[in-house]
Nanobody
């Protein structure tokens, strides 16, 4: 089982960029698919982006497609979410998640994941 710690959140102006990181403990990180989700106040947690265990397959929510990029460095046990052209509606707590997977699948549902980080807050405001 891995443990996840997010970092990189903060306050940014509309149109700006942030890069979130998700550091995983354990030596089997490359066996885990990863996802990023977010939760705004008063709303349910929603899917943002996902990547399979090797990094060769990705998927995105329509709301972030073309603006956000998910990636991972298995040698560093770290996943990333590069967020560009940020909008006020991107304001939320962002969570990374992982699930053990031997398949080349990028999972897009909250229910697919068993391990979650504590979250990092992103605020997009002028």
């Amino acid at each position: 089982q891995v443990q996840l710690v997010e970092s990189g959140g903060g306050l940014v102006q509309p149109g700006g960029s942030l890069r979130l990181s998700c550091a995983a403990s354990g030596r089997t990180f490359s066996s885990y698919a990863m996802g990023w989700f977010r939760q705004a106040p008063g709303k349910e947690r929603e899917f943002v982006a996902a990547i399979n265990n090797s990094g060769g397959t990705t998927r995105y929510a329509d709301s972030v497609k073309g603006r956000f990029t998910i990636s991972r460095d298995n040698a560093k046990n770290t996943g990333y979410l590069q967020m560009n052209s940020l909008k006020p509606e991107d304001t939320a707590v962002y969570y990374c998640a992982a699930r053990f997977s031997g398949r080349s699948v990028a999972y897009g549902s909250v229910l697919d994941y068993r391990t979650w980080g504590q979250g990092t807050e992103v605020t997009v405001s002028s």
